[in-house]
């Protein structure tokens, strides 16, 4: 069998007020001795708030854990290195976030590229950050000021998840590709694991290499809890008083035949200091038209209502048009549910 290449591409925008997301350790800019700044980066001369992508996975990883039900592989910390188990036949987050194995003192060492790969999540339009004084004052003598720095904003992230590699495990001799231990291995041959043709790597003989490939149930079910964990995601700094919800208010997921990811500039800013966040509907049509021919299936958008409502109109536009792929515009949650139901299908 010669396994297809599909992704699943993923855009969502958050909507958040007053939080401090990701903070970025002590600040140097406040007079306060105890102010604590956030993450923000500049790009043409504006500032933009974000959270790095490794808290964002951060944050996944614990709604699979708590809501979905996933037992981590542990993590064994050996002096100044730390590293999972390595074993994506038993953990799934081994499987769909990859990992890196280098014991001391051992020679093998086993490494997987994450088949799920984000961006950061970042401010749609510049923000200033406002910085807020607050006071320990439960105690005698003298009140401890401390300071933060708080928030408002529409954020946008991307992601993918590669299907094809789901499950789906190669032991070349190659950084990134040795993803099984000898015992691993064994046990994959031993268990009656498929083994499929590599349609990219190929032996000294022109050969296909062989993947070792779980049953397609498990790759089933860690694809779609991997997507359905956007629906109760949480997470993010200072939640005691600065709670935020981070789960989607808008999201767009297609499955793709290739590793591009089309959506990054649909939504853009505009005003004096590029302050307002704008849908850009144009743009969404083009990259639906220039890309048509690498989208599989239908093309999920899922919108909360109260959000955006000024585009409502315009996405349904969407289902009507001949000239695009085809386009379902739902809830959040059922354009997930639905797609994720479309998504098992495709995975062989």
Known sequence: MIMKNIKTQGFILLDVDVVALNN??????????NAVATKTIRKNGRSYVYVSGQAWRYWWREALQKNVGWVMSPITNDGKIAYTNADP?????DDIFGYMKAPKGSKETVTRVSPLKNSAIISAASVRPEENFSSM??????PVPFGKQEYSAIMKGMFSLDLS????????????FKNLSKTLLEEAEKSGAEKIDDPFIFDSKGSHKKLIRLDKTIRQKRATDAIKALKTISGGAMQANNMGDVTPKFIILVTTTTGNHPFSHIISNKGQFDEEVVFNFDGLIEV????KDTFDGVLFIGRRSGFMDEIANNLKMLETMADIPAVKVLSVNEAIDEYCEQMKSQIE
């Open 165 to 176: 590699m789901v499950g789906t495990f190669s032991d070349y001799d190659r950084t990134g």
């Open 24 to 33: 970025a350790g002590k600040t140097t800019s406040s007079n306060n001795e």
């Open 89 to 93: 036949f038993t953990y799934p987050d």
């Open 288 to 291: 639906l038209k220039d890309y």
């Open 137 to 142: 004052t439960r105690h005698e003598g003298n």
